[in-house]
């Protein structure tokens, strides 16, 4: 089991900064992506950004450019910075942990709420 605890969530004015913080403990997967997703009231949860172990990193497109994903050094904690925040950006966010082998694991975090708003 992995347990995953979130924090950094809140209210930004637009064009503010926030950052995300997920710590996970627990048998991590070897082999894994860790990332954040989002979902909006009514809409679908969607992937934020993430980094796999080996280091590649993925973003949504919405956010490239936007956002930096990043891991602590032990690989344990993954980190999202947002800068230039925008009222679309407002969303519960998930932070996730999958395996990328067998056995498929996948665990997420309570959700952090993030609104943009003046």
């Known amino acids: 089991q992995v347990q995953l605890v979130e924090s950094g969530g809140g209210l930004v004015q637009p064009g503010g900064s926030l950052r995300l913080s997920c710590a996970a403990s627990?048998?991590?997967?070897?082999?894994?992506?860790m990332g954040w997703y989002r979902q909006a009231p009514g809409k679908d949860r969607d992937l934020v950004a993430g980094t796999f172990s080996g280091g590649v990193k993925k973003y949504g497109d919405s956010v490239e450019g936007r956002f930096t994903v990043s891991r602590d050094n032990v690989g344990n904690t993954v980190y999202l910075q947002m800068n230039s925040l925008q009222p679309e950006d407002t969303a519960v966010y998930y932070c996730?942990?999958?395996?990328?082998?067998?056995?498929?694991?996948?665990?997420w975090g309570q959700g952090t709420q993030v609104t943009v708003s003046s």
């Open positions: 996730n942990v999958k395996s990328l082998g067998r056995p498929l694991e996948e665990y």
């Open positions: 627990g048998r991590i997967p070897g082999l894994n992506f």
